[in-house]
Every structure is written in structure tokens, then in C-alpha cells.
């Protein structure tokens, strides 16, 4: 059975006359029609894998952020904490005063003892709210480099404290907490910075009117690594400007935390040394500034990478870092090239049949055919070298003619079954009655065996076996299609594995997870089990039971959060929203509602993903800032003292800037007319004389200055008992005068 069963073709014999025209042209125009056809589809799988891996990436730098984000609340969350804790705030008042009335030096022995202490208190609430997270934790008495505690030497830092840490002088200039990423001399990264204020407000030692010194809790990008590892199977590292990395980072600490040149030397490596094949790779080939994603292989792999900049705080230059992610794709391009092997099946099988039928025709119309096919090359390429599948040809004694790669993956060398038949491939008993009955008929049999693999152990297979006709029309040959049963199982039990992997995770979050579809906003797709734990329902009822969410809003807050909750409102697809849910036993809790609308191809909502987050801490924080801001200004204002700030301008030039009530009705100058004039505006000649020469006298002396005077004001002439108090900027120049001015009973002078 071969190519000579075609050699006597009665057409040849013919005579001219009787000849019909070839059927060549059509021939051609069927392989031009599925070469196109060819083409389009290898467009078309390479536009779906495109848009798979755009995706990808737009999943890879979403986790990015939310890891960012998420840490960055976590830190500002555990400084406020550490902040308003008495303990804390105690032990800082008494180092501030210590180090002020030693010179600045930091303090000798009774310094020591206080650091001891206060590693002492903080040390239980450290661990019971960090949990082994890679950060940092200090606490400073100023922004001119008096540290009271951190993790390095205090006199390798330098004295301009305050030059290098903008985060520090912007919270001792505004008096409030700060977040964002800065390059130290040591430590890179995330950083939260709040104020401590001094306590015992109203007091005689002092007051609630001064921060007597900050809490930084700090993060580099190890934890936003493990998260993104442990999500995506993605890893991640950041990238510094290479100016500001040598500028601000020791050579011996970028030595020793191997901070080195990437690329072509524009950015530095920031972390510990890369172990990762994939980001290895792509940061060996950085050149300049990385692109927003970007794809490569490496060692047969393929991966995606992808950077978002990462705002520094500094001084010296607005260029960013980068945050630098890796993840691979190999399974999306292993897929593309499923699809397109597949494809390219389908066009080969459909051009021999195609072919075949042509020829057909051109027999029946006694017609030459003008291209000759070879049936046997044509079966191998289509049916065997392109199929995943285990694939046999057998004649009808059961020995093997032809087998594919898969075939001989799966189950090796073939061994001849010459004497023993059907028996060598496991069929007997009835199966081997009913497969015998088969292809006897021509008919298809289908059936299960369990084979010997490649492995050295057996498994099941779904075999399918295809009868093929000779010209008489009897079964002359046989196809045998192999499937293994047991990878499938192996697989499914995979698949399994990573969802129970994957809700485990989410159960584990300290954020409910939930997703629903645009059309039907009413009924959740999904929620993780931390619900149960978070909001006292569980999966099941909040699934099977329409409108949950509306039905568990808090009444007060049910209009602002429906309103808020419809996405097509949503700035740039996203929203945050903060309300009240009611748990089933009626008591309210406060969450966080972060949500985005995804779309598809087409730009239509598609689905919405969100995470709700338990925010009691946070609005129980925020109502005590709230409650301690009222008590700063009600003391400000209730105070008999005249209390008053004076700028300090370029050339010398005072000027008043704000005055509470006391200072109002004591000198007759109102705060509308005092704010924004200088002294010769509003005194006398000689009164602003006066004035001034007080105020360069505290400036040149550089701290608080004491002293009597006597002033004619337009409240009338008066004695005063007034004190000075320089301030500096974040530049470590002298920029206000806060002055409080005590009037005296005539003939008092004390």
C-alpha cells in the first residue's frame, strides 16, 4: 500500500482530445486562500497574546501599588500609635530637656539611661505591631541632628540633619505626620515620620504648643518583594538615581548592602544582591531609564518586566526611582505557541482535504491532475509531527507502522507484538470482542487501557482506534489516538491545589476581597472566607442572597455610599470610599472601600474587584488628632499671655504675622491690622526702635531671651515682662520670633 497504487492511471492513456483542462489554478488559488487564512489567524493569535500580556502587566503593576500603598498605611498607621503613647511622649520630654540644658551633645550618662528605657517600653509594641516586617524604627529630638534613638551611630550622620531628611524638617515645620521614600546615608526606603508633643498640656514645664520630638518607622522594598513573590510569583527591586545614591549613601554602606551601577550606570541597585533569574536578567540589559514594560527571555524562559517611578524626597534632583518588577510569561507564550501549532493543524488538514477533493473531482471528470501529492508525507506532517497527542499507526495485526514524538515521549521504544496480537496492547475478554467487531465493520472503537508509560509505571489512557479503507473499501490500516487519563487528573488536582492556595491567602488578608459583574451589581461572584472573621457573614449567604451590600449599609451612610458606589462616576475607574456596615447582630463597623472597574477589549465595564477594610483604628485615630487639635487651639486662645509670631525677612525686615485674643486686648492692635505689618507700621518711632533691636538681639544670641519693657501702644501706656523665642526653617536659618508678653501691675517690675 503505497505511492504505486496510483501508477496505472487510466487518464494517461486517454486520448488528447478527451482530455479536460487541469485543475491546477484552482489548486493554486485554494493554497493562496489558506496561506491567507494562515496569516490572519497568526495575526490574530498574536494580537490575543499581546493583549494577555498588556494585561499581565497591568495585574503586575496594580499589585505593585497596592503593595505600596498598603505598606505605606501600615507605617503611618504604627507611627501615630507609637506617637501618642504616654509612655513615649514622657521619656522624650525628659530627653529634650536633658540635651537642651547639656548643649545639644545628646546627653551623657542620664541620656544613656533614657534610651535604655525607651527601647524598654516601645520594645513590646515594636513587636506586637511590626510582626517581622523589614523596617526601621527611630525617634529624634530635632531636626538638627539630635537623634535620641536609632539604629546607627548618631555622629556619623552629619550636622545638617534636616538637609538630608526633608521628611523630618517638614514635620517639625508643620507639626503633623509626613509620609514618602528618602535616600539616607544608611537606610533607603518608605518612611512615616509623625510629631510628639509635649505632655501635660497646660502645664508649668511646658505645654501643648511645641513638638519635642518625632517617631519614623521605615520600610525598604524587601516586603513589597515578598508580597509581589507571593501573589504573582513576581519579584521586584528599586532602582536609585545614580547622582543621588553616590551624593547621600556611604561607599562603605553601598558596599556592604551591595548598592551598585545597573545597566549603563544611570541608576544603582538598592537592596540586597539579586538572586533572581529573570530580574537578573533585565536589569543586566538596562539602558537609561526602564521602559514602562517590556518583554525578554532568558536561560528558555520568557518574562515580563515593568516600572512605575517612585517620587524621592531630596533636594538635589526631581528624578524618581523606579520600581523595577519581574514576572514570567513563559505559560502565555507557551499558549501562543499551542494556538499557533494548532492553527497551522488546521490549515495543513484543511488544504489536503481540500486537495483530496480536488483530485477527486479530477478523477471523476477524467481530468489529469496536474500536482502530485504524497499521501504518506502528507498524513506524518499533518496528523503526527504536529500533534501533541500519542499518535500510532498500525496495520491490522497490531504492528506499528508510524509514530509521533509525543508518542514516543509517553511510551518509548515500540516493541513488536509479532504471536501475541491484541494481547500486547491490553485488550481482552470482552473489550477485545467488541474491538475486533469494530474494526471488522470500519467502524471507530473507543475504549480504556491501562498502558506501560515512559516512566517505568503504568497508566490509564483513552484510546481512540480509527479504521482506514483501502481502495476496496476494506479496513487496511489503523489510527490509534492516545489520551492520559492520569495527567489530566494530575492537572485538575493542580488547578485545585492553586484555588484552595489562593483562597487560603485571601482568608489570610487583613482585606475582604469581592468581586461582582457590571450588569449584575446586586449579586457577588466572589468574596474571601476572612469575611466570616471581619464582618460576621459568611461566603455562602453573602453569595446566594441578592443586594447584601445595600441591605448591610449603615442608614446614616447609605445615600453617600450608593452614591458613591456607582462606577460610572468613578474617577479614572477607581474609587475609595469610607462608610459603615451592620453586622448581623446590628453592631456598625467601619470599613474602607477600595474598588476598580475593569473593562474589556472594547472599553465596556466588565467587572469590579475590591477589597474592604476594617477602619476602626483609623477613625478612632483620627477622631483623638481631631479632639487634640480643638485642645491646642482652645488653650492658644484661652491663654491671658499676649501671644504673638513675627517673621524674620530677607535684609532684616520683622514682620508681624498672627497674635491671639490676649495680645489683641492688651495692646489694642487687632490681628487684622497687625498681620502682615511691620513694626513701623503700627508703633511709634521710638516703640519700633525698640522692638527691633530686641528681635536681632534674640537672633544673634540664637535661643529664647528674657526682659522688662515699657511700651506706649494704643491700648495705653503699659510694662511688660516678655520673652523671645527664635524658630529655624528646615535650612537651619532663622525664620519666626513666637513671643508671649506677660503686662505688669503698675509699679511691679518682678
Known amino acids: 500500500m503505497g505511492g504505486n497504487a496510483y501508477k496505472d492511471d487510466p487518464v494517461s492513456r486517454l486520448p488528447a482530445a478527451n482530455r479536460r483542462p487541469g485543475l491546477r489554478a484552482v489548486w493554486l488559488l485554494v493554497l493562496v486562500g489558506w496561506l491567507l487564512l494562515g496569516v490572519l489567524g497568526t495575526l490574530l493569535v498574536q494580537r490575543e497574546f499581546d493583549s494577555e500580556v498588556d494585561a499581565r502587566a497591568d495585574r503586575l503593576l496594580d499589585t505593585a501599588d497596592y503593595a505600596l500603598s498598603s505598606r505605606q498605611a501600615e507605617l503611618a498607621r504604627i507611627a501615630r500609635i507609637l506617637a501618642l503613647d504616654e509612655r513615649v511622649r514622657e521619656i522624650l520630654s525628659q530627653a529634650r530637656a536633658m540635651v537642651e540644658l547639656e548643649g545639644g551633645a545628646g546627653g551623657a550618662e542620664g541620656a544613656a539611661t533614657l534610651r535604655r528605657e525607651l527601647a524598654r517600653a516601645v520594645t513590646p509594641i515594636a513587636s506586637e505591631l511590626i510582626h517581622g516586617q523589614d523596617r526601621v524604627m527611630q525617634f529624634h529630638l530635632g531636626p538638627e541632628a539630635v537623634s535620641f534613638l536609632r539604629v546607627h551611630a548618631p555622629d556619623r550622620f552629619g550636622d545638617e540633619l534636616a538637609s538630608l531628611r526633608p521628611l523630618l524638617a517638614e514635620v517639625y515645620r508643620n507639626g503633623r505626620g509626613a509620609m514618602g521614600f528618602e535616600v539616607g546615608r544608611v537606610f533607603s526606603g518608605f518612611r512615616a515620620v509623625e510629631p510628639v508633643w509635649a505632655p501635660n498640656p497646660g502645664g508649668a514645664s511646658g505645654g501643648s504648643d511645641r513638638v519635642i520630638g518625632t517617631v519614623e518607622v521605615g520600610t525598604g522594598v524587601t516586603p513589597v518583594d515578598s508580597y509581589l513573590e507571593e501573589s504573582l510569583g513576581a ?298 472573621e471581619i464582618l460576621g457573614y459568611t461566603p455562602d449567604a453573602l453569595i446566594d442572597g441578592p443586594d447584601w451590600w445595600e441591605q448591610t449599609l449603615h442608614p446614616d451612610d447609605r445615600e453617600r455610599a450608593l452614591k458613591e458606589g456607582d462606577f460610572t462616576r468613578w474617577p479614572g475607574d477607581r474609587k475609595r470610599s469610607r462608610y459603615r456596615l451592620l453586622r448581623p447582630d446590628g453592631s456598625p463597623l467601619w470599613v474602607t472601600d477600595h474598588a476598580r472597574l475593569l473593562r474589556d477589549a472594547d472599553g465596556r465595564p466588565e467587572r469590579i474587584v475590591g477589597a474592604l477594610i476594617d477602619s476602626r483604628e483609623t477613625v478612632a485615630l483620627e477622631a483623638r488628632l481631631a479632639e487634640s487639635e480643638r485642645l491646642y487651639r482652645s488653650v492658644v486662645e484661652g491663654v491671658e499671655e499676649a501671644i504673638f509670631v513675627v517673621g524674620v525677612e530677607s535684609g532684616g525686615v520683622f514682620r508681624f504675622i498672627t497674635s491671639n485674643p490676649a495680645h489683641e486686648q492688651a495692646t489694642g492692635l487687632s490681628r487684622e491690622q497687625l498681620a502682615g505689618a511691620t513694626p513701623d507700621e503700627i508703633l511709634s518711632p521710638d516703640a519700633a526702635a525698640h522692638v527691633k533691636r530686641q528681635y536681632r538681639a534674640c537672633l544673634q544670641t540664637g535661643r529664647a531671651i528674657r526682659y522688662h519693657e515699657t511700651l506706649d501702644l494704643p491700648a495705653g501706656r503699659g510694662h511688660w515682662h516678655t520673652t523671645l523665642t527664635p524658630i529655624r526653617d528646615e535650612s537651619g536659618a532663622f525664620a519666626l520670633i513666637a513671643g508671649v508678653a506677660m503686662r505688669l501691675e503698675e509699679g511691679r517690675n518682678d
Open 235 to 532: 519579584r521586584a527591586t528599586l532602582l536609585l538615581p545614580a547622582a543621588i545614591a553616590e551624593k547621600n549613601i556611604w561607599a562603605e554602606m553601598r558596599e556592604r548592602r551591595h548598592i551598585a551601577p545597573v545597566g549603563d550606570g544611570d541608576y544603582y541597585l538598592d537592596g540586597p544582591k539579586v538572586d533572581h533569574l529573570g530580574l537578573a536578567a533585565a536589569l543586566r540589559h538596562l539602558e537609561g531609564e526602564p521602559a514602562a514594560r517590556w518583554r525578554f527571555s532568558a536561560d528558555g524562559r520568557e518574562w515580563l518586566a515593568v516600572s512605575r517611578p517612585v517620587p524621592i524626597l531630596t533636594q538635589e534632583s526631581d528624578k524618581p526611582a523606579q520600581l523595577v518588577a519581574v514576572e514570567p510569561i513563559t505559560d502565555l507564550y507557551a499558549a501562543m505557541q499551542r494556538r499557533l501549532v494548532t492553527l497551522l493543524a488546521a490549515v495543513v488538514v484543511a488544504f489536503l482535504l481540500t486537495s483530496l477533493g480536488l483530485w477527486l473531482l479530477s478523477r471523476w471528470q477524467r481530468t489529469r491532475w496536474m500536482v502530485v501529492i504524497d499521501r504518506a508525507e502528507a498524513e506524518r506532517d499533518a496528523l503526527f509531527e504536529l500533534s501533541p497527542q500519542p499518535l500510532e499507526l498500525t496495520d491490522m495485526q497490531g504492528r506499528s507502522l508510524l509514530v509521533n514524538d509525543a508518542f514516543r515521549r509517553t511510551f518509548g521504544v515500540v516493541e513488536s507484538v509479532d504471536g501475541r496480537g491484541w494481547l500486547a496492547r491490553g485488550l481482552e475478554g470482552l473489550q477485545l470482542e467488541a474491538f475486533e467487531r469494530a474494526i471488522a465493520r470500519g467502524e471507530r472503537w473507543n475504549g480504556a487501557l491501562r498502558l506501560p508509560a515512559l516512566q517505568g509505571r503504568s497508566g490509564w489512557f483513552r484510546v481512540q482506534v480509527v479504521p482506514i479503507a483501502d481502495e476496496s473499501g476494506r479496513p487496511a490500516r489503523l489510527w490509534w489516538f492516545f489520551h492520559d487519563v492520569d495527567r489530566e487528573r494530575r492537572a485538575a488536582a493542580i488547578a485545585q491545589a492553586e484555588r484552595d492556595r489562593l483562597d487560603a491567602f485571601l482568608a489570610a488578608s487583613p482585606a475582604v476581597i469581592y468581586t461582582f459583574r457590571a450588569d449584575r451589581p446586586g449579586r457577588l461572584d466572589y468574596v474571601s472566607a476572612n469575611i466570616r
